[in-house]
Nanobody, 127 residues
Framework: DVQLQASGGGLVQAGGSLRLSCVAS????????IGWFRQAPGKEREGVSC????????YYGDSVKGRFTISSDNAKNTVYLQMNNLKPEDTAVYYC????????????????????WGQGTLVTVSS
């Protein structure tokens, strides 16, 4: 079975940084894409970023462009999300998810295109 483990969340003050990690197992990482989503109370699940392991194509949500950076270490089946200049509105549970097809611009941020999800890690940004 495919498993994804998200970690790295915590409590930081506005302007600070965190690096989230998503470790995947049970599949060949090079043939898949990993997305980061977040969900705050009362809000829809929002696409944050996505990376394709086999071609390196990357997408970002508008609200995080210029602040967040996604990267991968394919040998470790791990995807990272470096989050800089955090804002209180970034507060959410962050989830990683895997897609079995290559992401495209019109679908990468749609949760239903992903096959498996990690348990999430909480990021809280204080003002």
């Amino acid at each position: 079975d495919v498993q994804l483990q998200a970690s790295g969340g915590g409590l930081v003050q506005a302007g600070g940084s965190l690096r989230l990690s998503c470790v995947a197992s049970g599949f060949t990482f090079d043939d898949h894409a990993i997305g980061w989503f977040r969900q705050a109370p009362g809000k829809e699940r929002e696409g944050v970023s996505c990376i394709s392991a086999n071609n390196g194509k990357i997408y970002y949500g508008d609200s995080v462009k210029g602040r967040f950076t996604i990267s991968s270490d394919n040998a470790k089946n791990t995807v990272y999300l470096q989050m800089n200049n955090l804002k209180p509105e970034d507060t959410a549970v962050y989830y990683c998810a895997i897609s079995s097809v290559s992401p495209i611009a019109s679908s990468w941020s749609i949760p239903s295109y992903y096959d498996s999800w990690g348990q999430g890690t909480l990021v809280t940004v204080s003002s």
